[in-house]
């Protein structure tokens, strides 16, 4: 066990709060491997959740599972220009295997773009073999130089999508369908509500026609990328030769689309939710929704309220995910303290007096308005009321996230003097006029580090467009999000 | 869509046969990286069926779900000595990353073991953190020489459990019970009962004290390795340095046990029950248990069937997973063809006159002994039956499979010569006498090229345990069963 000591508060230093609350937690831990961490079994049954919903929302939307290989010919790499510019810098390559030097180096895939749409040219003759809707789960590596345990690390896990269609139009279509997969399954799963929109062109995907983008603002007030949908237009398929037949009878090469979600999102959900306590879990992704605490002195006592512990668990049944902590050698305060850095939504202590007076004392992670930190309840009435506390809980964090992302969105700012005070105080999503420019955009980036976000979809753009660029003061071509971000 | 040609039978060409129906069942294809292969969706929805299964007894044998980095470093498989040597010629190994010469090269894990339990040592300090049970779901790569689409593979994907127990006997009862599940599993999803057994030292795993294996028969009479469990004593523990204070307050070594099963499955499915025709799902691992066809030649017609079989297909509900072809662009043979190869164990044909008669046409991929291949059935009736009828196939397929293998075993053979016989003709399970030498076991295998499979589990044992070793005629000192294996 380690050493009990207080965490870092987020209000000190968020960053090394970030990294204590990840190791408290358990949910992962650094690796012998340069920027390579270890998923632990808390963390990985967090992400297991977030990826049984998310499989089901792909799959409810037509797609299908497959798997294509972690290695990449160098040369597929190569085929794209703007794809092999973007991933270069980042790739591990294989040389040797097999106890020889490789006549040709294989890459370790960063993304699978390349791979994927050379299989499809091989699959795809007529306008009857597609859509093609695919997606894979699996490990990529992209070598970065500064890593942080989820957010950013050599090798991640993640889904991909990759489809291919017959037309632009249904490209797009896949494409905005996909953002919106990902943003209902955000606020629904992690009760985390992104921001969406379009990627300038500086910030899109090396390859892309264009890029859509969930962005959640989490407690620093820095902007995550949470999640990203490509349209790729024509650009790998021609490439990779993935052409097909008309209706009309006519050769035409395919529209590609991908997408994808990736492990960052438990540090996500970490930095949205978590308090100077540790890491807070939403209800529906909590591998432990309730833990169950007895309290005993004396060995008889132990015996009765182990017992009754174990009842109330079997009551539960599979109305919730409940756990018995029955350790011998933790005091009940450890236990508190090690499932609230766990961030375990709700807590049953069970003691002696709570037996004589058949109730349970039922104590919350977080606390909903209105709602008590503690309460006793009657041993009943705590097994009938679990799931809809629980179902609170998840409605209540989604509904603190919203107020907080809207609190920390800064409409109306018109000159760069006003961005970038914001940027180097408060932080947040800072909304503007950009003339569309990427002279003004270098600018804002390179003066103030925040960059364009998104150019965000109709329901988050301001009452009133603003007139002007914030930067140049030229007329504004579309209103765009600045922050800083991970 | 593929040409429509035969397949070679599997009694001319077992070999040519597997390669064609996996391809033709779109299970798998080649991909343009030497010896991996593309899973297709068929053959993913497949194996994902596997993974929920195996992944459910896991989990209620007490073990979490974790992850473990790709990369490991190379100075860290060297450190045990027979690990070393037996995965030595088959790294596959990176020297570059991140446009720079890596200072150390890393091995793309070829098994997790070095890195895991380096990992457990900073995590464990006493008896109270055993044991440890975990399991890891991810890809492998074994740079082989000569590959076959699942059954080798450069690139495979896999589970690992890795433990750590305060002792041998613990350690020796956890490989033991993960040996049982591999069996369970094996004949309760795959339909395909294995011989359980342990391997003798040359055929073990590198760097274990013992290995157990599940051996199963293919059609061809050879067998094949669908499982393992090892017990790794304290080789692993020693050289990572995992140790623990026990109860009494000494210092000590923890065993470990790994044991693993890989996507080797889906081509033992293809071998165990496939026919001249194509694959053969057993019911449980079908993603389409039924697959219904309507039938019409006027448009009429079209509209009318096509609502039935929705209609059925909706009535049938989750009881079974059940699609409707409803393509345009076949023939209704044409569709008989593909899903019969694809292995779907049921079909629904609904034509005009079925319409009619408000019936529908059942057929059905492999016929149980007693049952009719083809049979009309009322709506009402057919909708009632499906899942008893899925899992009469179910039951029929493990039967039969059993049946095969034990017709296929051959006991009390005495002399080499017979054994000889044996496996240059006919082939199977041979079960003899052995005196343990390593000798003994080298001229069977360069004489023949069969192995010992295992030293068979006692229920697997003769009624008379064989006298004599079957090649040196000194006293037996164990059974063993001999084959040709994949």
């Given at each position: ?10 209000a ?31 963390g ?32 597929f ?17 294989v040389t ?24 499809f040219?091989?699959?795809?003759q ?20 500064r ?31 996909m ?12 009760a ?8 300038s ?45 008309t ?39 909590a ?77 919350r ?19 009938q ?90 007329p ?11």
């Amino acid at each position: 066990m380690a050493e009990e000591k207080g965490l870092t508060p987020r209000a000190q230093d968020f960053s090394a709060w970030y990294n204590e609350v990840v190791l408290r937690a358990e949910l992962a831990d650094y690796s012998p491997v340069r920027g390579c961490m270890v998923i632990r079994p808390w963390g990985y049954a967090i992400w297991e959740l977030m990826q049984g919903a998310l499989d089901r929302m792909i799959k409810e939307t037509g797609h299908q599972n497959a798997y294509f290989p972690l290695f990449i010919p160098l040369s597929f790499i190569e085929r794209e220009r703007e794809h092999v510019e973007g991933f270069a810098p980042e790739l591990a390559i294989v040389t040797h295997a097999g106890g020889k030097e490789l006549e040709e180096a294989l890459v370790v895939r960063p993304t699978s773009e390349t791979i994927i749409y050379a299989m499809f040219a091989k699959w795809v003759q007529s306008y009857r073999d597609l859509p093609l809707l695919y997606n894979q789960w699996g490990n990529v590596v992209r070598w970065e130089l500064r890593t942080r345990l989820f957010l950013r690390t050599t090798e991640f896990l993640w889904q991909e999508g990759h489809t291919a269609h017959a037309t632009e139009e249904e490209a797009e279509e896949e494409t905005r369908r996909m953002l919106g997969v990902y943003r209902t399954f955000m606020e629904q799963w992690l009760a985390m509500p992104p921001l969406t929109g379009l990627k300038s062109d500086s910030e899109k995907f090396a390859g892309a026609k264009r890029t859509y983008a969930c962005e959640a603002l989490m407690q620093d007030n820095r902007a995550l990328q949470a999640g990203t949908s490509h349209h790729l237009g024509q650009n790998f398929s021609r490439q990779f030769d993935l052409k097909f037949q008309t209706q009309e009878g006519r050769e035409d090469y395919a529209w590609n689309t991908s997408w994808g979600a990736t492990t960052r999102l438990v540090g996500a959900l970490v930095m949205t939710h978590g308090d100077d306590a540790g890491i807070v879990v939403p209800p529906l992704l909590a591998p432990t929704q309730v833990i169950i605490v007895p309290i005993w002195k004396t060995d008889e006592q132990r015996a009765a309220v182990l017992g009754k512990a174990q009842e109330i668990a079997k009551a539960l049944g599979t109305a919730a995910r409940v756990k018995v902590d029955d350790r011998d050698f933790l005091t009940a305060g450890s236990k508190f303290y090690e499932w609230e850095a766990k961030g375990v939504p709700l807590r049953l202590e069970i003691g002696p007096k709570d037996l004589a007076k058949q109730q349970v004392m039922l104590v919350r992670r977080i606390v909903p308005d209105g709602a008590a930190r503690k309460e006793a309840l009657s041993e009943t009435l705590a097994v009938q009321q679990i799931p809809e506390r629980l179902s609170g809980i998840q409605r209540a964090m989604l509904a603190e996230a919203t107020r907080r992302r809207e609190a920390n969105s800064h409409r109306g700012v018109r000159t760069f003097d006003q961005l970038r005070e914001i940027v180097d105080g408060v932080g947040g999503f800072i909304y503007t006029g950009w003339c569309g420019s990427s002279v003004c955009e270098t600018k804002v980036k390179e003066e103030t580090k925040a960059t364009i976000r998104v150019i965000p979809d109709a329901e988050f753009r301001s009452a009133e467009m603003p007139a002007t660029c914030v930067v140049c003061g030229e007329p504004a071509a579309t209103e765009v999000v600045w922050a800083k971000a991970y």
